[in-house]
């Protein structure tokens, strides 16, 4: 069947391949590797939603899905439905199935949006009285337990007496008749007790001889004394073997009763482990889950970043080349897409490419392509390609591309006029291998053909002709894929809109063949096609520049959004800032007012207690006064307390406009801002914040970085700054500037002093030159230089 074959072409067992290396089970393996294609669009849709719903649960760290307990039990029901009697073993991994199956179905009803899921196990039974009884009678090795029946637990104790008997006779031989015995060891010969007798003494020992060592120097001897009691023990194990088959047929007939159930459930587990592969499988691929559209409703086939999932298998398995992504959007009313390019371009892959997202978006896979994903529902997908050429057959690539291109076209014929349409048709190198023109004109037929009965062709092609046929039908559409002609190579681009270019007489020249046959060729050519190959060059360069104003749209539509953010968090910090400050004041406020409250209440029983005189009023008004001056004071203090911080806004009082505060340096008491595109630092004196409080400012006071100042050497050295002592390394890395200091140091020995301007700007440059002068021997001390010097941004040294 060309259907078939079209698996095959596109390599889908290979990617069924990779799919089944997620499954947690055999019967998961085994349903991946034979995966097959839905023949409805509700089937597809159901099985997208299970694979969805799977993912939800793979991702919910939480829920611990997986597949414990769950073996292949179908060979054991068959054996048990045809009154085969099942062993221990797989009658426990009948009851771990079970109680797997009965843990996936719990997660499932305890979730809230799993509904596909939710129908899916509703209908299964996992018999807990079915794997109770198999767990009470068989152990977890796989044996049957002696609490499995009466009978069988009496049976092993008589066993085990008999057992003991024969062991305490035959060490009491061993002790008495040490010299006969080759070791003392007790051994068994089939189910009969043993021990190892020199061969030269076997007469001093009666019984009957059950085995002989390989040099004949031993014999295996069962004592006389003890065979009736090997006898009683073999009858005892042959009960206790009727015993355990009994129970083993009894349990074994419970399972053949419920052997629908069971196999119902079985199919159920197949189905959840081939999800949660489909799943995984999606999710290593990076994909989206696709939606399915109807073209003929106008929607757009979308598939943009779509990469071929057995390259991204080969990249990240098998250390190949990087996956180069296309962008394939199709217009409703676009029928056949003529790809056209050089050889080696990624045409062939472009059609496999395309093909394995249809077949992937049936059967539930995700594509791996950019969210959202947008296609048709394919009820068949068929392709010819590669070179059909064979021998055996006395076919050549022509016939062969025709004997697969008529299956296809019967294929179309058989269905019926709605279903054709659903069909997606994948042609690669359409009416090669034979005559040029010929082949062209049967590719144009063969194109006009398949758009009045396929829903979309898609074909690769060398011939010219086609390209033109966009310009004759609106049902046709070119695309091509690019090549660099720089490089020599293709990019592996899919360019749409534009036809391939002829690259031969281009690359001839430059691999260095004569120019007096490129020119011939050239005119042999003619104009007309050297026009169109300059017009497609052009388009090509056109659409080069408007991908790359696209990109640098795309960033700065990002830098917007970021900036935007960062706007939003920080008004957001301003607003509780500003609330946390007011809260403040307020506190503060209140704790003035009840301090003042609580002094006045004191001056009062002062007076209330003494002499009330003149002189004792004239006291109290005036401690009235200072408890009113001085909490009001207070309060006007926390009304008015204000600080700056990196991030916000403040006005410049200079100029009357706002700034963003970037730095600030409380010893200075000095701000650096950023305004309109300038960056510049100002006093605290000089600026208020957005609602008009000003910063409290101190004294200000002459900061010593280092060393205390050593009074006797400031007054011998001159601090006079010239261009001979002075070092400018402002926009240097700290890196950058050490060795600019120690050239500089070495040179103002004499002088005694340096002056190094390293700005104020982040403070890193400065921590620098600190950190280096501190450890430098030359260096006696250093300091920050006075205000109207440069103050922060530039360090005085005072050189030993």
Same mark, same amino acid.
Request: a neutral charge; hydrophobic letters at 35%.
């Given at each position: 069947?060309?259907?078939?074959?079209?698996l095959?072409?596109l390599?889908?067992?290979?990617?069924?391949?990779?799919?089944?290396?997620?499954?947690?089970?055999k019967?998961?393996?085994l349903?991946?590797?034979?995966?097959?294609?839905?023949?409805?669009?509700?089937?597809?849709?159901?099985?997208?939603?299970?694979?969805?719903?799977?993912?939800?649960?793979?991702?919910?760290?939480?829920?611990?899905?997986s597949?414990?307990?769950?073996t292949?039990?179908?060979?054991?029901l068959e054996?048990?439905?045809?009154?085969?009697?099942?062993?221990g073993q797989?009658?426990?991994?009948?009851?771990t199935?079970?109680?797997?199956?009965?843990?996936?179905?719990?997660?499932?009803?305890?979730?809230?949006d799993?509904?596909?899921?939710e129908?899916?196990?509703?209908?299964?039974r996992?018999?807990p009285?079915?794997e109770?009884?198999?767990?009470?009678?068989?152990?977890?090795?796989?044996?049957?337990a002696?609490?499995?029946?009466?009978?069988l637990?009496?049976?092993?104790?008589?066993?085990?007496?008999?057992?003991?008997?024969?062991?305490?006779?035959? #060490?009491?031989?061993?002790?008495?008749?040490?010299? /006969? @015995?080759?070791?003392? &060891?007790i051994?068994?010969?089939?189910d %009969?007790? =043993?021990?190892p007798?020199?061969?030269?003494?076997?007469?001093?020992?009666?019984?009957?001889?059950h085995?002989?060592?390989?040099?004949?120097?031993?014999?295996?001897?069962?004592p006389?004394?003890?065979?009736?009691w090997?006898?009683?023990?073999?009858?005892?194990?042959?009960?206790?073997?009727?015993?355990?088959?009994?129970?083993?047929?009894?349990l074994t007939?419970?399972?053949?009763i419920v052997?629908?159930?069971?196999?119902?459930?079985?199919e159920i587990?197949?189905?959840?482990d081939?999800?949660?592969?489909?799943?995984?499988?999606s999710?290593?691929?990076?994909?989206?889950?696709?939606?399915?559209?109807?073209?003929?409703?106008?929607?757009?086939?979308?598939l943009?970043?779509l990469?071929?999932?057995?390259?991204?298998? #080969?990249?990240?398995?098998?250390?190949?080349?990087? /996956? @180069?992504?296309?962008? &394939?959007q199709?217009?409703p009313?676009? %029928?056949? =897409?003529?790809?056209?390019?050089?050889?080696?371009g990624g045409k062939?892959v472009?059609?496999?490419?395309?093909?394995?997202?249809?077949?992937?978006?049936?059967v539930?896979?995700?594509?791996p392509a950019?969210?959202?994903?947008?296609?048709?529902?394919?009820?068949?997908?068929?392709?010819?390609?590669?070179?059909?050429?064979?021998?055996?057959q006395?076919?050549?690539t022509?016939?062969?591309?025709i004997?697969?291109?008529v299956?296809i076209?019967?294929?179309?014929t058989t269905?019926?006029?709605?279903?054709?349409?659903?069909?997606?048709?994948?042609?690669?190198?359409?009416?090669a291998?034979?005559?040029?023109?010929?082949?062209s004109?049967?590719?144009?037929?063969?194109?006009?053909?398949?758009?009045?009965?396929?829903?979309?062709?898609?074909?690769?092609?060398?011939?010219?002709?086609?390209?033109?046929?966009?310009?004759?039908?609106?049902?046709?559409e070119?695309?091509?894929?690019?090549?660099?002609?720089?490089t020599?190579?293709?990019?592996?681009?899919?360019l749409?809109?534009?036809p391939g270019?002829?690259?031969?007489?281009?690359?001839?020249?430059?691999?260095?063949?004569?120019?007096?046959?490129?020119?011939?060729?050239k005119?042999?050519?003619g104009?007309?096609?050297q026009?169109?190959?300059?017009?497609?060059a052009?388009?090509?360069?056109?659409?080069r520049?408007?991908?790359q104003?696209?990109?640098?749209?795309?960033?700065?539509?990002?830098?917007?959004?970021?900036?935007?953010t960062?706007?939003?968090?920080?008004?957001?910090s301003?607003?509780?800032?500003?609330?946390?400050?007011?809260?403040?004041?307020?506190?503060?406020?209140?704790k003035?007012?009840a301090?003042a409250?609580?002094e006045?209440?004191?001056?009062?029983?002062?007076l209330q207690?003494?002499?009330?005189?003149?002189?004792?009023?004239?006291?109290?008004?005036?401690?009235?006064?200072?408890?009113?001056?001085?909490?009001?004071?207070q309060?006007e203090?926390c009304?008015?307390?204000y600080k700056?911080?990196?991030?916000?806004?403040?006005?410049?009082?200079?100029?009357?406009?706002?700034?963003?505060?970037?730095?600030?340096?409380?010893?200075?008491?000095?701000?650096?801002?950023?305004?309109?595109?300038m960056?510049?630092?100002?006093?605290?004196?000089?600026?208020?914040?957005?609602?008009?409080k000003?910063v409290?400012?101190?004294?200000?006071?002459?900061?010593?970085?280092?060393?205390p100042?050593?009074?006797?050497?400031?007054?011998?050295?001159?601090?006079?700054r010239?261009?001979?002592?002075?070092?400018?390394?402002?926009?240097?890395?700290?890196?950058?500037?050490?060795?600019?200091?120690?050239?500089?140091?070495?040179?103002?020995?004499?002088?005694?002093?340096l002056?190094v301007i390293h700005?104020?700007?982040?403070?890193?440059l400065r921590?620098?030159?600190?950190?280096?002068?501190r450890?430098?021997?030359?260096?006696?001390?250093?300091e920050?230089?006075?205000q109207?010097?440069?103050?922060?941004?530039?360090?005085?040294?005072?050189?030993?």
């Open positions: 069947m060309i259907q078939q074959e079209t095959n072409l390599e889908w067992p290979r990617l069924c391949q990779h799919l089944s290396s997620f499954a947690a089970t019967l998961g393996v349903a991946a590797k034979k995966l097959s294609i839905p023949e409805t669009r509700q089937e597809s849709e159901q099985l997208l939603a299970q694979t969805l719903e799977i993912c939800r649960l793979e991702q919910n760290l939480e829920i611990q899905w597949f414990d307990g769950i292949d039990i179908g060979d054991f054996r048990a439905k045809l009154r085969g009697i099942l062993s797989e009658l426990l991994n009948i009851a199935t079970l109680s797997g199956m009965r843990r996936l179905r719990r997660i499932i009803n305890n979730q809230e799993c509904p596909v899921l129908e899916l196990v509703a209908d299964i996992t018999y009285e079915l109770q009884e198999i767990n009470y009678c068989v152990d977890e090795a796989g044996e049957v002696d609490r499995a029946s009466v009978k637990g009496e049976i092993r104790r008589n066993l085990k007496d008999v057992r003991d008997h024969i062991y305490q006779k035959l #060490q009491n031989i061993i002790h008495r008749q040490g010299g /006969v @015995v080759q070791e003392a &060891v051994t068994q010969r089939g %009969r007790f =043993v021990i007798v020199k061969a030269s003494k076997k007469d001093q020992i009666r019984g009957i001889v085995d002989t060592s390989s040099t004949g120097a031993t014999l295996y001897i069962e006389s004394s003890i065979v009736k090997g006898n009683q023990r073999r009858q005892y194990l042959r009960q206790e073997q009727v015993e355990i088959e009994a129970i083993l047929r009894n007939e419970k399972v053949a052997y629908d159930e069971l196999e119902y459930l079985l587990a197949t189905v959840l081939l999800t949660t592969a489909k799943s995984l499988y999710l290593w691929l990076e994909g989206n889950a696709p939606e399915f559209i109807e073209p003929t409703q106008g929607e757009l086939i979308t943009r970043q990469r071929h999932p057995l390259l991204i298998w #080969q990249q990240q398995q098998e250390q190949g080349s990087s /996956v @180069v992504p296309i962008n &394939v199709v217009d009313k676009i %029928r056949v =897409v003529a790809i056209t390019g050089p050889n080696t062939t472009t059609l496999k490419t395309v093909g394995l997202a249809a077949l992937m978006s049936k539930g896979l995700f594509v950019r969210d959202p994903v947008r296609i048709p529902w394919f009820r068949q997908i068929l392709a010819d390609i590669g070179d059909e050429q064979s021998i055996e006395s076919l050549s022509f016939s062969g591309h004997h697969r291109i299956r076209i019967e294929a179309l269905l019926s006029s709605a279903t054709s349409s659903m069909t997606l048709v994948l042609l690669d190198e359409v009416g291998g034979t005559d040029p023109a010929e082949g004109a049967l590719a144009v037929a063969l194109l006009r053909y398949l758009a009045d009965h396929a829903s979309l062709t898609i074909a690769s092609t060398h011939y010219g002709e086609l390209k033109a046929l966009k310009y004759q039908d609106d049902r046709f070119n695309a091509s894929v690019e090549f660099d002609v720089k020599f190579s293709p990019t592996y681009r899919l749409w809109g534009i270019r002829s690259n031969a007489l281009t690359i001839a020249s430059q691999l260095g063949l004569q120019t007096e046959i490129i020119e011939e060729a005119t042999r050519i104009n007309f096609s026009e169109i190959n300059e017009v497609i052009g388009l090509e360069k056109q659409r520049e408007q991908e104003k696209a990109q640098e749209a795309s960033s700065l539509l990002q830098q917007t959004k970021k900036f935007y960062e706007v939003s968090e920080k008004a957001s301003l607003q509780q800032r500003e609330h946390s400050l007011r809260q403040y004041q307020e506190q503060e406020v209140q003035a007012i301090q409250k609580k006045i209440a004191q001056v009062i029983r002062q207690k003494g002499k009330q005189t003149g002189q004792q009023a004239q006291k109290a008004t005036d401690a009235l006064k200072e408890i009113g001056e001085r909490q009001l004071s309060v203090r009304k008015s307390i700056p911080k990196v991030g916000e806004k403040i006005r410049l009082l200079k100029f009357g406009q706002t700034a963003d505060v970037l730095e600030i340096d409380e010893e200075q008491e000095e701000v650096t801002v950023r305004f309109g595109l960056k510049m630092t100002v006093s605290f004196t000089k600026i208020e914040s957005l609602d008009g000003k409290e400012v101190t004294t200000t006071k002459q900061v010593s970085v280092s060393t100042l050593n009074t006797k050497n400031s007054q011998s050295v001159s601090v006079i010239t261009s001979q002592n002075t070092l400018d390394i402002r926009g240097s890395r700290v890196a950058e500037a050490e060795p600019n200091l120690e050239n500089a140091i070495s040179k103002s020995t004499q002088s005694g002093i002056w700005g104020k700007g982040t403070g890193k921590q620098g030159v600190h950190d280096f002068l450890l430098h021997p030359q260096v006696d001390r250093f920050l230089a006075p109207n010097e440069g103050g922060s941004g530039v360090t005085i040294a005072y050189l030993k």
